[in-house]
Nanobody, 117 residues
Framework: QVQLVESGGGLVQPGGSLRLSCAASVTFFSIYAVDWYRRAPGEQRELVAAISTGGIANYADSVKGRFTISRDNAKNTVYLQMNSLKPEDTAVYYC???????????WGQGTQVTVSS
């Protein structure tokens, strides 16, 4: 069964950093585009960052210059490096992987990120 497992969330002070990981139990991970989403309490889900199968990254305006998405296909893992964190970054962060042939659309269980002093 195909699964995504997020890790790396936690409590951090404003201005701090965290690195989230999204590990996939799939074959041929390189054919999956992967997105990071977040959902804050009472808010709609927001697309934060995306990385294509070719490694092209895109970001929401709210995180540009602070967050970096990357992938290591040998480890079946996508990372989200989050720097200069703000209280408004507090949310549950989810990764989503879609295969380029459209057959698979997989979500992880989420990891909580809390930015607070």
């Amino acid at each position: 069964q195909v699964q995504l497992v997020e890790s790396g969330g936690g409590l951090v002070q404003p201005g701090g950093s965290l690195r989230l990981s999204c590990a996939a139990s799939v074959t041929f991970f390189s054919i999956y585009a992967v997105d990071w989403y977040r959902r804050a309490p009472g808010e709609q889900r927001e697309l934060v960052a995306a990385i294509s199968t070719g490694g092209i990254a895109n970001y929401a305006d709210s995180v540009k210059g602070r967050f970096t998405i990357s992938r290591d296909n040998a480890k079946n893992t996508v990372y989200l490096q989050m720097n200069s964190l703000k209280p408004e970054d507090t949310a549950v962060y989810y990764c989503n992987a879609k295969s380029i042939d459209g057959r698979f659309d997989i979500w992880g269980q989420g990891t909580q990120v809390t930015v607070s002093s």
